[in-house]
């Protein structure tokens, strides 16, 4: 096979140019994120390895090489890890897979600082491109294990690369950096000396469970002495230690390196469980949602090690999918080497670990709320959208889940409550927690299902979530206090008091009515099931609510999105019996029952009602030719 040439990906090369141009300050993790790489690769070919008993290759000496030439101004990270096929090369390095690259690129650009800049790189998982901030040209020489033939690598960021063959290439990875000049002032240092990458080394990569090795400085001028070679990191694994004896920052790089996230995690958790089932694990909580966070297929974040030995980098059965944000790493003493994803959702052992990671994750949330309120706030700003796929899910935990949510709120424009407070704060006699979905808080707050709520200092929860659709349908209670949408059934906002005054002019407004209720039931019967009188309107002529156990229009979408047939369902049309336009429909009908414009009129304010309600109009080339020739006539 020839030397190919080919152009990166448009956003590939935009990105490289961001890269040696300097995006942000800290150039060091260049090399954090090729450790990262090579540490993934032992991982997979060890796996391997285990799952395949006709594997050829020998494992017996899995480890990190880091090489300097300071004459030539090279470094080189090789592994003897899985290596990659020529395949492989041209579609990982060539282009950046994620969706939304381009909105990505854009708020790279915008982003003012070095911070922002690295949280958005970290969300990308682009670690091999840092190279180019730090090196002129970059060349990768790698062989997939159980393959003959190597593959190289080259480029120096300008828009192009070089493919070709190489037939004498170890197994493994390595990536040589042809180093730019020497530059403090920039934070471009020498990274030829040995002590600045066992700084970097120490700082980002002490945890790596592979040995890291590399040439002791010479303190000779012959460069052909021998060098003795050392390992530079400690192999420690972190959750096998004591509190006592890892710093804050050790914990921060260990997540940087599971998760492929550049900042730091919002919470850390540390559990170690002993007797007859020995495990230890140690998750976090990041700081931000990834981009992919609710793409079909993105990956949950914990691995799953047996004593210490890598086995499987997605454990799904650990962590359910609400919780597919948590990341970290769960170490079981008792499990078999050769375990598969299949049997591990049906070990009794590993479902046991799962419940007690979640109640763990939960109670952690729970005392976050409670001890240190901003950093719940992150949370739920970031999460709390997954977090409540829980309720539709894990029964189990269900109150668990309730009692760590947050939800918008007419009490507070800006800060969310929690359903607790919310019972706190009910009126005297009131019975139900009320709430609304919509797809804004503007959107609801400006609904005429609100306006009885509003006039009598009624607090309502506004949700305006799509999972909250669904999960407000199978969750009845709170804390003993029915949860009821003021958008369906019967709102009852009175007292036994405020009953008894106002049922005697009910009586009468019911009797006063029935002819026009009657009549526009009838009329309007291919729309709506029923049209009755209203108790939660004060300033609009007529609303559209739901039955009470009727799906939601919102709902009801989302059911035909996914491709399920929903039938149509009638609503009811509620009228203000206080409106001047109701009590003019009423007086027309009883002089004049058959006038055309009468049915019209039935049929704006229907079609008027539901424009409120966020709906859609049948036909609304009628509705708008009715709505004309009305406001015609008022001229």
């Known amino acids: 096979m020839p030397t190919e040439t080919f152009e990166f990906q448009v956003e590939a090369r935009q990105l490289l140019q961001m890269m040696i141009h300097s995006i942000y300050s800290n150039k060091d993790v260049f090399l954090r994120e090729l450790i990262s790489n090579a540490s993934d690769a032992l991982d997979k070919l060890r796996l391997e390895v285990l799952r395949d008993e006709e594997a050829q290759e020998d494992v017996s000496d899995l480890h990190i090489e880091i090489e300097v030439d300071k004459k030539q101004r090279t470094l080189t990270v090789r592994d003897n890890g899985i290596g990659m096929s020529h395949d492989d090369v041209v579609q990982l390095i060539g282009t950046i897979a994620n969706s939304g690259t381009a909105k990505f690129l854009q708020e790279l650009k915008e982003a003012k600082d070095a911070a922002a800049s690295e949280e958005l790189i970290g969300q990308f998982g682009v670690g091999f491109y840092s190279s180019f901030m730090v090196a002129d040209e970059v060349t990768l020489v790698t062989r997939r294990a159980g393959e003959s033939r190597g593959t190289r690598w080259e480029s120096s960021g300008e828009g192009t690369y070089t493919v070709e063959p190489v037939e004498d290439a170890p197994r493994g990875t390595a990536v040589t950096l042809r180093l730019k000049p ?359 002529p007529a609303c559209i609510v739901g039955d009470t156990h009727d799906a939601t229009p919102a709902l009801a979408n989302m059911y035909r999105a996914m491709g399920q047939e929903v039938p149509h369902i009638k609503r009811i049309l509620e009228l203000n019996p206080t409106h001047p336009l109701v009590t003019g429909l009423k007086k027309a009908h009883a002089e004049q029952e058959a006038d055309t414009g009468l049915a019209e009129a039935a049929e704006l304010l229907y079609g008027m009602a539901l424009l409120a309600d966020g709906g859609e109009l049948s036909d609304p080339a009628r509705f708008i030719r009715l709505m004309a020739d009305r406001l015609e006539r008022t001229l």
């Open 182 to 540: 020497e530059d403090t002032e920039d934070q471009l240092f020498d990274y030829t000396s040995a002590w600045k990458i066992k700084e970097i080394v120490k700082r980002y990569s002490d945890f790596i469970t592979w040995p890291i090795r590399m040439a002791a400085e010479s303190t000779s001028e012959d460069d052909g002495e021998a060098r003795e070679i050392e390992t530079v990191n400690s192999m420690k694994a972190l959750w096998a230690r004591s509190r006592s004896e890892v710093t804050d920052e050790e914990y921060n790089e260990l997540y940087k390196h599971v998760s492929h996230d550049w900042t730091d995690p919002l919470e850390t958790i540390r559990m170690q469980a002993e007797g007859t089932f020995e495990y230890q694990a140690l998750l976090f909580i990041p700081s931000h949602a990834p981009q992919d966070l609710f793409a079909q297929g993105h990956k949950r974040g914990v691995q799953l090690y047996v004593k210490r030995v890598f086995i499987m980098d997605d454990c799904e059965a650990l962590m359910p999918e609400y919780l597919r944000f948590v990341k970290g790493v769960v170490d079981a003493q008792d499990l078999s080497l050769n375990v598969s994803r299949e049997i591990l959702q049906q070990d009794r052992q590993i479902q046991l670990m799962h419940r007690r990671l979640v109640k763990k994750v939960l109670s952690t949330l729970k005392d976050m709320m409670s001890e240190n309120p901003d950093r719940y706030a992150t949370f739920w700003r970031e999460f709390g959208r997954v977090l409540k796929e829980g309720l539709l899910s894990d029964f189990e935990n269900r109150d668990a889940i309730l009692g760590v949510s947050s939800f918008a709120s007419t009490q507070d424009a800006e800060k969310p409550t929690t359903l607790r407070d919310y019972v706190e704060r009910m009126k005297e006699g009131q019975q139900h927690i009320f709430y609304m979905t919509g797809e804004s808080r503007s959107a609801i707050e400006s609904s005429p299902h609100m306006e009885a709520l509003k006039a009598k200092g009624f607090e309502v929860l506004l949700l305006t979530d799509p999972v909250d659709e669904v999960w407000v349908e199978s969750v009845p209670e709170f804390d003993g206090k029915p949860l009821q949408s003021i958008a369906k059934g019967e709102v009852d906002l009175d007292t036994e008091e405020e009953k008894k005054e106002v049922e005697a002019e009910r009586e009468k407004q019911q009797q006063d009515f029935a002819g026009l209720l009657s009549w526009m039931t009838t009329r309007l019967s291919e729309d709506v099931k029923e049209v009755r009188l209203s108790s939660r309107l004060t300033v609009s």
